[in-house]
């Protein structure tokens, strides 16, 4: 994963010229797998010279592929060289200055730790959006997605999802880290010193812990009209000091009149309160606490 190389260290390396051919190949994209040299040269309108030593450069650091397609020289963005562009384009917005060491990593993104103006730290989610874990994504749920769209754009929108979603619910006082920003498939958020809550972390009050996240739930239900759909141990992360649990990962969310909602949101509380109820010993009753995410019951 590109988290294992010093994405800072390969940033700081860019000049302005290569960030240009990064962003004519970006736009060549939108007809082109891999853009020939002929459209760089036409959209940067650099010398020849000056786009072939970028392009070895680029290609050294493994932030574009390059291919001969009928005898011409061709390229192509890889992850690694979108993150640059979305990491630029932060920063020239004064989102971020510096990006820090990587602190997980999911089955689709890889976070990081990074410092925003004012020594701020903040979270950076890259989408690792992948042909496999697409089609299975696909396969569960809708996102919404055109199949002809490229992996990038599948990120790229992923990423915008993940945004537009949690801005919302932070707007109703539900527990999710505060969106900051995005940038093509980059995701900036507020950071939580927290734990996540596969690894078992011990609670002072398991019950009120449950019923935070199931108020998230009910929130993004009733007032966002959204089901996460896809709520686990794996993406609820507990500020231990708090005691309080943040809920993530909102890119696959589905509409309240998505057919597959109620199934969806029946298996995120059947999922939650389990999980409780095994590792805490929490007793709630599945049903109960489903009708009250609904908006059905008032208490569980």
């Known amino acids: 994963m590109f988290g294992l190389v010093k994405i800072g260290i390969i940033y700081k390396q860019l000049t302005a010229r290569d960030f240009k051919v990064l962003e004519a190949i970006e736009r060549g994209h939108s007809k082109y797998e ?8 036409k959209y940067t ?19 574009v592929k390059r291919k001969s397609i009928s005898g011409y020289k061709s390229f192509r963005l890889t992850y690694l ?19 820090g060491d990587r602190i997980g990593v999911g089955k689709e993104s890889e976070i990081f730790k990074a410092i925003a103006p004012g020594n701020i730290l903040v979270a950076v989610k890259f989408m690792r959006i992948g042909r496999t874990s697409f089609r299975r994504t696909r396969i569960v749920r809708s996102w919404g997605f055109d199949p002809r769209l490229d992996w990038f754009k599948q990120a790229k ?53 449950l019923d935070r996240i199931l108020n998230t739930l009910r929130k993004a239900y009733l007032e966002v009209g959204i089901i996460h759909g896809d709520l686990s141990e794996y993406n609820v992360i507990v500020d231990i000091e708090k005691d309080k649990p943040y809920i993530i990962d909102w890119p696959q969310y ?30 709630v009753d599945v049903e109960k606490a489903y009708l009250y995410v609904r908006g059905e019951y008032e208490h569980y």
Not at 48 to 59: A, F, N, T, W
């Open 81 to 99: 060289g979108l993150d640059m562009l979305a990491l630029n384009s932060l920063v020239k917005k004064n989102i971020i200055e510096a990006l």
């Open 254 to 283: 589905v509409y309240r009149d998505d057919p597959m909602a109620d199934h969806l949101l029946r298996r995120d509380v059947e999922y939650i309160v389990r999980f409780f109820n095994k590792h805490y010993k929490v007793r």
């Open 45 to 63: 309108r650099l010398p020849e010279q000056h786009i072939v030593l970028s392009l070895s450069k680029l290609h050294r650091l493994s932030l």
């Open 34 to 41: 891999y853009v020939p040299l002929e459209i760089i040269e």
């Open 157 to 209: 929108t992923a990423a915008e999802r993940e945004f537009k979603a949690t801005h919302e619910l932070f707007l109703v006082g539900a527990d999710v880290p505060r969106p900051l920003a995005f940038n093509r498939h980059v995701v900036v958020t507020e950071f939580i010193s927290g734990v996540e809550l596969y690894r078992r972390p011990q609670l002072n009050n398991p019950e009120s812990a």
